[in-house]
């Protein structure tokens, strides 16, 4: 049972439609700049091999900026479909609220916050090196 109203629950999913709508235009804007700037105009300028790494930086950061936006896109559908099946605001781990204050900061939280502070402290520590 889902303990946000009806009138809450919409003004999320209104939320989060946008915020998508935002994200779709900022990828389809940053493919277009990659496409016509960076390492195209970088590349034809390359004279050595340190210049060809900046320019490839250059398009790795425009990658990975490409990348976090697909990532807030998946989390937003992902949100949407929890919205749809009635799960919205319920802490995938524990059951429980996520809240009402934690989804009005991070719309696409899946987690409450004692769960999602557990998580990370499991995954940060999985790939720490042990004596």
Same mark, same amino acid.
């Given at each position: ?7 809450? =629950? ?9 915020? *998508? ?10 493919? =277009?700049?990659?496409? #016509? ?20 930086? =250059? ?5 990975? !900026?490409?990348?976090?936006? !697909? #990532? &807030? !896109?998946?989390?937003? &559908? ?12 319920? %802490? ?8 009402? &204050? ?7 939280? *899946?987690? %409450?916050?004692? %769960?999602?502070?557990?998580?990370? *402290?499991?995954?940060? &520590? ?6």
């Amino acid at each position: 049972m889902n303990y946000l109203s009806q009138q809450q =629950l919409a003004d999320f999913r209104a939320r989060l439609r946008a915020q *998508k709508a935002a994200l779709l235009e900022e990828i389809r804007r940053e493919l =277009l700049q990659s496409d #016509n700037e960076h390492y195209i105009d970088l590349a034809t300028t390359v004279h050595d091999v340190g210049e060809e790494s900046v320019a490839d930086l =250059l398009s790795d950061l425009d990658l990975a !900026v490409i990348h976090r936006h !697909v #990532n &807030e !896109v998946r989390d937003i &559908e992902d949100a949407l479909q929890r919205i749809a099946e009635g799960m919205y605001g319920m %802490c995938l781990d524990c059951e429980g609220e996520v809240g009402y &204050e934690r989804l009005s900061a991070y719309p696409t939280a *899946k987690r %409450c916050y004692d %769960c999602q502070d557990y998580h990370e *402290k499991g995954f940060a &520590e999985e790939g720490r090196p042990r004596l």
